[in-house]
């Protein structure tokens, strides 16, 4: 387990006790009249696709609206964070916005999942499962949206603050969305993915910070998940980017051990040692000359 004063400063001796599962609620209803990807209805998890999705210009701009409809959700979430406030109803809170604007969820039901959002709070590295747990004042949370709009989905999350958080905890989550911009940065027709991951293993290694492995961005446009895979840590990944093309860049941070333990769920992923974690995710356009940032507005 961190030492508290890693999660809170020095101020108190007490120690935050590690995440524990609450309760989560049956899965929230979806009108009939609003499209569903394929694999609602199937507890199995799609396999990854193996193709590249590269859009002509409707693509583009169907791409563009799921992508700023994903960014005004996530905000909006963000804006429900404080102590006392529940994952579940942050998660109704979200579906309800999302299915407003005619779109679905693109969480619900993938591979069994429950719930239209994913919340991670602090030590959890990704794929939190809303619950009945209350947000406690100095915790972090990374709330992932993802939505399904008129065939297309668009894919970010940002890291929050609940009430007074650490400095320590402040640096992390700030580097770590830098690290974000320093991997997109480096996107164009024709870059190697793998230079992502080393501006980013660059950037967090200045701060003593481990980069997650195990999670990977991905291809997403009409499928949610397919190459290219992409990798956040150094690696020696073939391939280059194409013009036209859309994929997620989602790193990971830790101030402690990049290990990690899934629960019984099969979801719920927390570092292994207890420490904070933290994660920023775009969903970007390849152009000829660098990328467009698509889940913003």
């Known amino acids: 387990m961190y030492r508290e004063r890693e999660l809170r400063g020095s101020t108190t001796a007490t120690r935050r006790p590690p995440l524990r599962r609450g309760r989560v609620s049956q899965r929230l209803p979806v009108p009939d009249d609003i499209p569903k990807p394929p694999y609602v209805g199937s507890r199995e998890l799609p396999e990854i696709s193996s193709e590249h999705q590269i859009h002509d210009a409707e693509g583009i701009a169907r791409m563009r609206a799921a992508c700023v409809l994903a960014a005004r959700v996530v905000d909006y979430a963000g804006t429900l964070v404080r102590p006392s406030v529940t994952t579940n109803e942050i998660d109704k809170a979200v579906h309800q916005m999302i299915i407003d604007a005619g779109a679905y969820p ?168 207890g420490s904070p974690a933290a994660q920023f995710e775009h969903t970007i356009l390849i152009t000829k000359t660098g990328a467009e940032i698509l889940t913003t507005y």
Not at 135 to 141: A, K, N, R, S
Not at 144 to 162: I, P
Not at 199 to 211: D, L, P, T
Not at 234 to 257: A, C, W, Y
Request: net charge negative; glycine share 12%; proline share 3%.
């Open 106 to 273: 693109s969480p619900l039901g993938y591979g069994g999942f429950p719930k239209s959002v994913c919340t991670s709070v602090n030590e959890c590295m990704c794929h939190g499962i809303p619950d009945s747990r209350q947000l406690q004042d100095g915790d972090i949370i990374n709330i992932d949206v993802t939505v399904y709009l008129n065939g297309y989905h668009g894919d970010t999350s940002k890291t929050f603050f609940c009430g007074d958080v650490s400095e320590s905890i402040k640096r992390l989550v700030k580097v770590t969305e830098e690290c974000l911009h320093y991997g997109i940065a480096v996107c164009r027709d024709g870059a190697l993915y793998r230079k992502i991951g080393k501006r980013i293993s660059e950037h967090a290694e200045k701060f003593g910070y481990g980069v997650v492995d195990r999670f990977v961005g991905h291809g997403i446009g009409t499928v949610f998940h397919s190459e290219p895979l992409i990798f956040h840590h150094r690696n020696d990944k073939s391939g280059s980017m194409v013009e036209g093309q859309t994929f997620t860049i989602e790193p990971i941070l830790t101030l402690g051990s990049t290990e990690c333990v899934t629960w019984e769920d099969n979801w719920t992923t927390l570092t292994a040692d």
